[in-house]
């Protein structure tokens, strides 16, 4: 789903750098995750479960190597 969440405390990756070109993440309430573009950030953002989330993290860890 796409939300606006004016709330939210975004934050990126540390392997990130100093650019406003990554992707940016909150913790949310009820257990869901919103993602952003940083480049967009007063943008809309999509939010996630967190079974969704942890599917997707695990695929991106392991080299997109399992089923999401």
Do not use: I
């Amino acid at each position: 789903m796409n939300y606006e969440l004016p709330g939210a405390q975004w934050f990126k990756s540390s392997y990130s750098g100093p650019a406003n070109e990554c992707v940016e993440v909150a913790w949310l309430g009820d257990a869901n995750v919103g993602v952003r573009d940083s480049k967009h950030a007063v943008g809309p953002a999509l939010v996630f479960d967190s079974t969704d989330w942890a599917a997707f993290t695990t695929w991106l860890r392991t080299g997109g190597s399992t089923s999401v």
